[in-house]
């Protein structure tokens, strides 16, 4: 409520005290008649004691009276005793005055009747008693109507989100039963095309139009730009589709010859109540799960300590031995420094630009500001999101290569179903214990306007299609309907993964063959991506105006699927075998190494640097810079990390650059990586989630929000501390056991 609506409530109060300051025969006054003797006498007696002159009048006595009086009033507002009074207990002594001021004041700032259009007769019955409450300013309905948003100031700089009051609204419990419940609106809001006046306005309303979408567009993932948020607190009876169609019908009283049509849609899960009903019995024994796990790692960890005899799984769970070896600056054998730094980099990239995205679910004041500021070139920082997951698939190439070709070099072979349950040992138990958080415990674990369609409907989504993460096919069923959408990563990789004993077998001992296939695959990869892209108008890079559609046909039609990404993990299978053939002493010639860093670095910033226009407020959508994009921007942005990691492997280079990304500490991040990964969007969904009022959009608070930066990291070595740590240890103690019993077997030269 603005300013100007303040002054009015004020003003309301004012004449309300000052109605009662009329009243001559103060003695037969509704509230002074119901004192008892027992208070007169305790007011007489505090008299005695406060002063000792005997000339106490009966004027006097009055006075402390009404003074009392006073007070009781006065706590009953103050400390929201509403239960007793379900309607205004002032009513009946001043009704000129409460109706007269009540018309003055709706007439200014009128309220929505949640009985207006066809609604059902429930939801019509506790209008009509919202309605008459209301008239009579019982607090109770004046909250109803007090959480209900109204017209704000700031509209043309983008504050067009109105959240209302979330908890004031479900903590409204009305006469005869009603309750309040508070949903949130979409509206949608288009111009005359042939009025250029209205159509600068909704522009600036609509903040330059960062995105496009629609009601109908999924708004779990990505949000709808376009769509105005708009609360109302409505008594509980009223469905969704009363409070859908009261607003149609009040909205149609003054839309109409306006030039501005008005389009409105309330779903079911935008509508809350307060919750009443005890937590599900998935959620309790779930929480329990995590309770037991902790305990688990506590005890394992009290009995390394004391080294008290246990066995290995209990070893594996310690607490003690799992933090030592997460915070452990030791460099394992074979270990090639530099892609520490590489993964440590891009991960950075990765939280910062899924954070842009979360920030556009926001309500801001100056949301117009944001967007204007947003359209400067160096905004590529966020907007180039789809570059950093590019630099994780390679790294997975390069490093199933380097491993696989040191066990062939070794023994000749691969023991492939070995490998297979490696991966699984290594992704299933970490990613099984977000999906079953996220799912079960994460929903009631907090509140908010927006709660339910970020935090609770992903979960809706999760019980119905968990199956397909642990089969590592979500990927292929659309981005909207998967369960942690920000997981199709792992879907990819493993799939590539899958394939990879394949093309290393062949490049290893075919290499003239191999090497031929595996770059006819890459070059295919890379003409998919730029034919898809431009013929279906994908664009990987967000630019101004672009659609909420056109961001998902780009997931599902390119960026989520393997047949796409080949190329960067070609690459890194390449330079994983190079790296094996080349010792660490080889010596490259030195201008060839400047030839290297020159190339690479220019493909590096022209991947990240170039598509910067396509990032302006006036761009408009070209299909070929598109395709371009698609196409080649992964391979420019991951050659520099792949050039510089085979200079650092096998040292040739003690530059600056080298040395940082060979930085020890960068140990600690890669074993965070994964869980940084998968823990991420849970933190930003809960405080988009629990958001209740708009703020003002300032780009360094509001991008690098330290506290949530913390609860990331805090979540993510928890995570790996209780899951991901104990279950590698598992998974050597197993491969341990495997390679002893293989050796203990009899030969058939025997």
Same mark, same amino acid.
């Given at each position: 409520?603005?300013?100007?609506?303040?002054?009015?409530?004020?003003?309301?109060?004012?004449?309300?005290?000052?109605?009662?300051?009329?009243?001559?025969?103060?003695?037969?006054?509704?509230?002074?008649?119901?004192?008892? @003797?027992?208070?007169?006498?305790?007011?007489?007696?505090?008299?005695?004691?406060?002063?000792?002159?005997?000339?106490?009048?009966?004027?006097?006595?009055?006075?402390?009276?009404?003074?009392?009086?006073?007070?009781?009033?006065?706590?009953?507002?103050?400390?929201?005793?509403?239960?007793?009074?379900?309607?205004?207990?002032?009513?009946?002594?001043?009704?000129?005055?409460?109706?007269?001021?009540?018309?003055?004041?709706?007439?200014? #700032?009128?309220?929505?009747?949640?009985?207006?259009?066809? #609604?059902?007769?429930?939801?019509?019955?506790?209008?009509?008693?919202?309605?008459?409450?209301?008239?009579?300013?019982?607090?109770?309905?004046?909250?109803?109507?007090?959480?209900?948003?109204?017209?704000?100031?700031?509209?043309?700089?983008?504050?067009?989100?109105?959240?209302?009051?979330?908890?004031?609204?479900?903590?409204?419990? &009305?006469?005869?039963?009603?309750?309040?419940?508070?949903?949130?609106?979409?509206?949608?809001?288009?111009?005359?095309?042939?009025?250029?006046? =209205?159509?600068?306005?909704?522009?600036?309303?609509?903040?330059?139009?960062?995105?496009?979408?629609?009601?109908?567009?999924?708004?779990?993932?990505?949000?709808?730009?376009?769509?105005?948020?708009?609360?109302?607190?409505?008594?509980?009876?009223?469905?969704?589709?009363?409070?859908?169609?009261?607003?149609?019908?009040?909205?149609?009283?003054?839309?109409?010859?306006?030039?501005?049509?008005?389009?409105?849609?309330?779903?079911?899960?935008?509508?809350?109540?307060?919750?009443?009903?005890?937590?599900?019995?998935?959620?309790?024994? #779930?929480?329990?799960?995590?309770?037991?796990?902790?305990?688990?790692?506590?005890?394992?960890?009290?009995?390394?300590?004391?080294?008290?005899?246990?066995?290995?799984?209990?070893?594996?769970?310690?607490?003690?031995?799992?933090?030592?070896?997460?915070?452990?600056?030791?460099?394992?054998?074979?270990?090639? &420094?530099?892609?520490?730094?590489?993964?440590?980099?891009?991960?950075?990239?990765? +939280?910062?630009?899924?954070?842009?995205?979360?920030?556009?679910?926001?309500?801001?004041?100056?949301?117009?500001?944001?967007? @204007?500021?947003?359209?400067?070139?160096?905004?590529?920082?966020?907007?180039?999101?789809?570059?950093?997951?590019?630099?994780?698939?390679?790294?997975?190439?390069?490093?199933?290569?380097?491993?696989?070709?040191?066990?062939?070099?070794?023994?000749?072979?691969?023991?492939?179903?070995?490998?297979?349950?490696?991966? =699984?040992?290594?992704? +299933?138990?970490?990613?099984?214990?977000?999906?079953?958080?996220?799912?079960?415990?994460?929903?009631?674990?907090?509140?908010?306007?927006?709660?339910?369609?970020?935090?609770?409907?992903?979960?809706?989504?999760?019980?119905?299609?968990?199956?397909?993460?642990?089969?590592?096919?979500?990927?292929?069923?659309?981005?909207?309907?998967?369960?942690?959408?920000?997981?199709?990563?792992?879907?990819?990789?493993?799939?590539?993964?899958?394939?990879?004993?394949?093309?290393?077998? =062949?490049?290893?001992? /075919?290499?003239?063959?191999?090497?031929?296939?595996?770059?006819?695959?890459?070059?295919?990869?890379?003409?998919? /991506?730029?034919? #898809?892209?431009?013929?279906?108008?994908?664009?990987?890079?967000?630019?101004?105006?672009?659609?909420?559609?056109?961001?998902?046909?780009?997931?599902?039609?390119?960026?989520?699927?393997?047949?796409? /990404?080949?190329?960067?993990?070609?690459?890194?299978?390449?330079?994983?075998?190079?790296?094996?053939?080349?010792?660490?002493?080889?010596?490259?010639?030195?201008?060839?190494?400047?030839? &290297?860093?020159?190339?690479?670095?220019?493909?590096?910033?022209?991947?990240?640097?170039?598509?910067?226009?396509?990032?302006?407020?006036?761009?408009?959508?070209? $299909?070929?810079?598109?395709?371009?994009?698609?196409?080649?921007? $992964?391979?420019?942005?991951?050659?520099?990390?792949?050039?510089?990691?085979?200079?650092?492997?096998?040292?040739?280079?003690?530059?600056?650059?080298?040395?940082?990304?060979?930085?020890?500490?960068?140990?600690?991040?890669?074993?965070?990586?994964?869980?940084?990964?998968?823990?991420?969007?849970?933190?930003?969904?809960?405080?988009?989630?629990?958001?209740?009022?708009?703020?003002?959009?300032?780009?360094?608070?509001?991008?690098?929000?330290?506290?949530?930066?913390?609860?990331?990291?805090?979540?993510?070595?928890?995570?790996?501390?209780?899951?991901?740590?104990?279950?590698?240890?598992?998974?050597?103690?197993?491969?341990?056991?495997?390679?002893?019993?293989?050796?203990?077997?009899?030969?058939?030269?025997?």
């Amino acid at each position: 409520m603005g300013t100007f609506g303040k002054v009015l409530i004020f003003y309301f109060l004012i004449q309300v005290v000052l109605a009662r300051g009329k009243t001559v025969n103060i003695l037969t006054s509704g509230r002074l008649a119901t004192i008892k @003797e027992e208070e007169i006498l305790r007011v007489f007696s505090q008299n005695k004691s406060e002063a000792s002159s005997e000339n106490y009048t009966f004027a006097e006595l009055v006075s402390r009276l009404a003074n009392h009086t006073d007070h009781f009033q006065e706590e009953i507002w103050r400390t929201n005793t509403h239960e007793g009074y379900k309607t205004n207990p002032y009513y009946d002594d001043f009704t000129e005055e409460i109706d007269r001021e009540a018309r003055r004041f709706l007439q200014i #700032v009128p309220a929505f009747d949640p009985g207006a259009g066809n #609604v059902s007769p429930e939801c019509k019955r506790d209008a009509d008693i919202f309605q008459r409450e209301l008239n009579k300013f019982t607090l109770w309905a004046f909250k109803m109507y007090d959480a209900t948003a109204k017209m704000p100031s700031g509209l043309l700089n983008g504050n067009v989100n109105q959240l209302g009051d979330f908890d004031e609204c479900l903590g409204v419990e &009305g006469s005869e039963g009603i309750r309040g419940k508070y949903c949130l609106a979409y509206l949608q809001l288009d111009v005359d095309q042939s009025r250029p006046d =209205l159509k600068y306005l909704h522009r600036l309303l609509h903040s330059h139009y960062a995105f496009r979408s629609n009601m109908t567009d999924p708004g779990h993932r990505v949000p709808r730009y376009s769509t105005i948020n708009w609360a109302i607190c409505t008594p509980a009876a009223c469905s969704h589709h009363d409070v859908e169609s009261s607003l149609r019908h009040t909205i149609a009283k003054y839309s109409p010859q306006t030039g501005i049509k008005i389009s409105v849609k309330v779903d079911r899960e935008m509508c809350q109540v307060q919750r009443t009903k005890p937590l599900p019995r998935e959620t309790i024994i #779930v929480s329990l799960f995590f309770l037991g796990i902790v305990a688990f790692s506590v005890v394992a960890g009290i009995c390394d300590h004391y080294d008290i005899p246990t066995n290995d799984v209990i070893h594996a769970f310690s607490l003690k031995r799992n933090l030592l070896k997460l915070f452990s600056l030791e460099r394992q054998e074979g270990d090639i &420094g530099s892609l520490h730094g590489v993964r440590a980099l891009n991960a950075l990239m990765l +939280v910062l630009a899924h954070k842009c995205m979360a920030i556009f679910f926001g309500a801001y004041t100056n949301r117009t500001e944001m967007s @204007e500021f947003l359209g400067k070139p160096w905004t590529v920082l966020g907007r180039a999101a789809s570059l950093y997951t590019d630099p994780f698939i390679m790294l997975s190439g390069l490093l199933t290569t380097y491993s696989f070709i040191g066990r062939l070099n070794r023994s000749g072979n691969l023991n492939i179903a070995n490998e297979y349950l490696s991966r =699984l040992m290594r992704l +299933v138990p970490t990613l099984g214990a977000l999906i079953l958080f996220c799912t079960y415990v994460m929903p009631f674990i907090g509140s908010g306007p927006q709660w339910n369609l970020v935090v609770t409907h992903h979960a809706d989504i999760c019980k119905k299609t968990w199956w397909r993460n642990f089969l590592f096919i979500h990927n292929y069923f659309g981005f909207e309907n998967m369960c942690l959408t920000h997981t199709h990563h792992l879907g990819i990789d493993t799939q590539l993964f899958a394939l990879s004993p394949l093309m290393v077998i =062949l490049l290893f001992k /075919r290499p003239k063959l191999g090497a031929t296939v595996l770059t006819a695959t890459a070059v295919y990869s890379t003409f998919l /991506r730029y034919y #898809v892209t431009y013929h279906r108008r994908l664009n990987n890079y967000v630019f101004f105006g672009t659609s909420i559609r056109q961001l998902f046909d780009t997931a599902n039609f390119s960026y989520i699927l393997p047949s796409h /990404r080949l190329t960067v993990y070609i690459m890194g299978i390449f330079l994983g075998y190079l790296l094996r053939n080349y010792p660490k002493g080889f010596k490259l010639n030195q201008k060839l190494s400047y030839i &290297g860093w020159t190339v690479s670095s220019l493909l590096c910033l022209a991947a990240f640097i170039g598509p910067a226009p396509m990032g302006a407020i006036d761009y408009i959508y070209n $299909p070929t810079h598109a395709a371009t994009y698609n196409a080649f921007a $992964p391979i420019g942005w991951c050659a520099l990390f792949g050039w510089m990691a085979f200079l650092s492997h096998t040292g040739n280079t003690n530059g600056w650059l080298s040395k940082f990304f060979s930085w020890k500490g960068f140990l600690i991040t890669t074993r965070l990586s994964y869980a940084i990964y998968l823990t991420q969007f849970p933190v930003f969904f809960y405080n988009v989630g629990q958001t209740r009022a708009a703020e003002h959009y300032a780009f360094i608070r509001i991008l690098f929000n330290f506290k949530e930066l913390f609860w990331i990291f805090l979540a993510s070595a928890i995570l790996t501390l209780l899951f991901d740590m104990p279950f590698q240890n598992i998974k050597t103690v197993l491969l341990k056991k495997s390679k002893f019993s293989e050796a203990l077997k009899p030969s058939k030269l025997d």
